[in-house]
Structures are given as structure tokens and as C-alpha cells.
């Protein structure tokens, strides 16, 4: 059964941290390229940070030198920190593969990030 679960936001102030964790099942996700996306409200969803099965990041300009994305394959389970965060950061964060078609794939309940200025 796929399991797509999101965890550790919250309420935080501007400059202030966070760490998303996702905790995943099946092995399509322990073989495949993961990403946190955040949609915020009245746009959509964009891909924040991508890392590699073989552990490679890549990070949106906006995010790149505050978030780190991090997994561990043992656990199943995908990380994102959040650093220096900005009342922009503020959305919906959710993970997944990063595959064409994902929209189409299942997805978690995600995590709400609020920053206040």
C-alpha cells in the first residue's frame, strides 16, 4: 500500500526553522529521485528541492542555501530543513517522487508552514 505521510510544520517566525520529515512506503520510493513540492494558496504547486536515489540535491533558486533535503533509504523517510525562513515560505509542503505524471500519482494530506513576518 502506498503511503505518502508529511510531517513537522508549523507556525514559525521569519528567520525561524523547521524540519519536514515524510515517511514513505514501498520501495518505489527508495529507488526513485524525491522532492518536496509546497503549493501556497492561489497557485500551484512547485517543486522546492529534488534529491537523487544516489543522494545528488538540487534546490529551486529561491530556497537554494536555506533548505537542506536530506533521506534515509533504512527508514524510508525523506527530510527537508528549513532555514531562515520567510513569510514567502509559507504553503502546503508535501513529498513525492519526481517523475512525469507525478500530479497524477497519489499524494499525502501534507504539512501546513506558516511564516509570520
Known amino acids: 500500500q502506498v503511503q505518502l505521510v508529511e510531517s513537522g510544520g508549523g507556525l514559525v517566525q521569519a528567520g525561524g526553522s523547521l524540519r519536514l520529515s515524510c515517511a514513505t512506503s514501498?520501495?518505489?520510493?527508495?529507488?526513485?529521485?524525491m522532492g518536496w513540492y509546497r503549493q501556497a494558496p492561489g497557485k500551484q504547486r512547485e517543486l522546492v528541492a529534488v534529491i537523487t536515489s544516489s543522494g545528488s540535491t538540487n534546490y529551486l533558486v529561491s530556497v537554494k542555501g536555506r533548505f537542506t533535503i536530506s533521506r534515509d533509504n533504512a527508514k524510508n523517510t525523506v527530510y527537508l530543513q528549513m532555514n531562515s525562513l520567510k513569510p514567502e515560505d509559507t504553503a502546503v509542503y508535501y513529498c513525492?517522487?519526481?517523475?512525469?505524471?507525478?500530479?497524477?500519482?497519489?499524494w499525502g494530506q501534507g504539512t501546513q508552514v506558516t511564516v509570520s513576518s
Open positions: 513525492n517522487l519526481v517523475v512525469v505524471g507525478v500530479e497524477d500519482y497519489y
Open positions: 514501498g520501495s518505489i520510493f527508495s529507488i526513485n529521485d
